[in-house]
């Protein structure tokens, strides 16, 4: 019996255990120990501006590897990632005023209260699926927005509620060093969390859901059940992304959460690559910077001057322009990019001799 080639491009996956691994190859491994190199030393290197970046886009990257557990994998549509991330964060917000607890209790609640959302406006998505679905979930960005209006009216914080810096270890945590390592840290945290989702069974059950839940049900998963897991448990990631937001800007106000917000997270999921934690992370990095890009080349611009008044606009409609690119052009998204140049570089010698490659 001759023996099995070998799979010199260390791509292929031969046994069950390939497929839950965290790095397929040596280089992905040494690639992730350089990346995580580059995240330590970053804030030691980079300037205020660049740190602030880099701090909203790991900010953005848990929101949005919560929206691609939902979408990306389990194929529940939803438009109100705002509502939850506003959710969380008046919930830290009013838990400080009021009661004047710590952050590491306000964060926890934050994310129950996410939880028993995602719970009641996921009852829905047990008779309704696409478009009805996301109009569903619509309504509870309206919810949660009408709420957090109605709350800052009347304890009169009209502009918005103050938050001191959270304390640890008696030590107050302001520094925007201080920080990035904790954002970094519970960005990480929900990445490894969102890894392990999809290794379990529900994560499994999920992608057959996503696939097609009448088949999905004739293999004997519980479909209700497991569409509820995915609500409740994204929501509660979602909301603990909103509560960091209030703890790191120090301010909450409602005028942050509208639509828009929750437009720009579909955004990072269909942009990186929709059913891809990857490409969740790729769409944050890419929305998060994509409005600096356009003011950076509108300033380079002759007469940016005159300009300088529908930045907001252009940056609006630059958005769509890329969205609609993506769509027609990249339907794969930042991801389909990558495995198409990372396909070239491994198949490079024996590429001309494939099928259908010319």
């Given at each position: 019996?001759s023996?099995?080639l070998?799979?010199?491009s260390?791509?292929?996956?031969?046994?069950?255990?390939?497929?839950?691994?965290?790095?397929e190859?040596?280089i992905?491994?040494?690639?992730?120990f350089?990346?995580?190199?580059?995240?330590?030393?970053?804030p030691?290197?980079?300037s205020?501006?660049?740190?602030d970046?880099?701090?909203?886009v790991?900010l953005?990257?848990i929101?949005a590897?919560?929206?691609m557990?939902?979408t990306?994998?389990?194929?529940?549509?939803?438009?109100?990632h705002?509502?939850l991330?506003?959710a969380?964060a008046f919930t830290?917000?009013?838990?400080f005023?009021?009661?004047?607890?710590?952050f590491?209790v306000t964060?926890?609640?934050a994310?129950?209260v996410?939880?028993?959302l995602?719970?009641?406006?996921g009852?829905?998505?047990?008779?309704l699926?696409?478009?009805?679905?996301?109009?569903?979930?619509?309504?509870?960005?309206?919810?949660?927005v009408?709420?957090?209006?109605?709350?800052?009216?009347r304890?009169?914080f009209?502009?918005g509620?103050?938050?001191?810096p959270p304390?640890l270890?008696?030590?107050?945590?302001?520094a925007?060093r201080?920080?990035y390592f904790?954002?970094l840290?519970?960005?990480?945290?929900a990445?490894?969390?969102?890894?392990?989702?999809?290794?379990?069974?529900?994560?499994?059950?999920?992608r057959?859901?996503?696939?097609?839940?009448?088949?999905?049900?004739?293999l004997?998963i519980?479909?209700?059940?497991?569409?509820?897991?995915?609500?409740?448990i994204t929501?509660?990631?979602?909301?603990?992304?909103g509560?960091?937001?209030a703890?790191y800007r120090?301010?909450v106000?409602i005028?942050?959460?509208?639509?828009?917000?929750?437009?720009q997270y579909?955004?990072?999921?269909?942009?990186g690559?929709?059913?891809?934690l990857?490409?969740a992370?790729?769409?944050?990095?890419?929305v998060t910077?994509?409005p600096?890009g356009?003011?950076?080349?509108?300033?380079?611009?002759?007469?940016a001057?005159?300009?300088a008044?529908?930045?907001?606009?252009?940056?609006?409609a630059?958005?769509?322009?890329?969205m609609?690119l993506f769509l027609?052009?990249?339907?794969?998204?930042?991801?389909?990019i990558?495995r198409?140049v990372?396909?070239?570089?491994?198949l490079?010698?024996?590429?001309a001799?494939?099928p259908g490659?010319?």
């Open positions: 019996m023996k099995p070998p799979h010199v260390g791509c292929m996956r031969l046994s069950y255990g390939d497929e839950f691994r965290l790095f190859t040596r992905s491994r040494l690639a992730a350089g990346f995580a190199v580059v995240l330590a030393m970053l030691f290197v980079a205020p501006f660049v740190l970046l880099a701090t909203q790991l953005a990257s929101g590897l919560a929206l557990l939902l990306g994998f389990a194929g529940q549509v939803s438009l109100g705002a509502g991330l506003a969380g830290t917000g009013i838990l005023r009021e009661f004047a607890l710590p590491w964060v926890p609640a994310g129950l996410g939880g028993l995602g719970l009641v406006f009852l829905p998505s047990l008779r699926r696409g478009l009805y679905l996301a109009v569903s979930t619509l309504a509870l960005h309206f919810v949660v009408y709420l957090g209006a109605e709350y800052e009216t304890r009169g009209s502009t509620i103050l938050i001191d304390r270890f008696g030590h107050e945590i302001y925007p201080e920080w904790i954002l840290a519970a960005a990480l945290a990445l490894w969390i969102s890894f392990n989702l999809l290794r379990s069974r529900s994560g499994r059950a999920w057959a859901i996503r696939a097609n839940e009448t088949v999905a049900a004739a004997g519980r479909v209700a059940r497991h569409k509820l897991y995915a609500f409740v929501s509660a990631m979602t909301a603990v992304a509560a960091l937001f703890l120090g301010f106000s005028e942050a959460f509208s639509l828009y917000l929750s437009i579909v955004a990072m999921i269909i942009i690559g929709m059913g891809s990857a490409g992370l790729l769409g944050a990095l890419f910077l994509f600096y356009i003011e950076a080349t509108m300033a380079a611009l002759p007469g001057g005159r300009l008044g529908d930045v907001f606009a252009v940056n609006q630059a958005f769509g322009v890329v609609i027609v052009f990249e339907p794969e998204g930042l991801m389909g990558w198409r990372r396909d070239w570089f491994v490079w010698p024996f590429r001799r494939l490659r010319g």
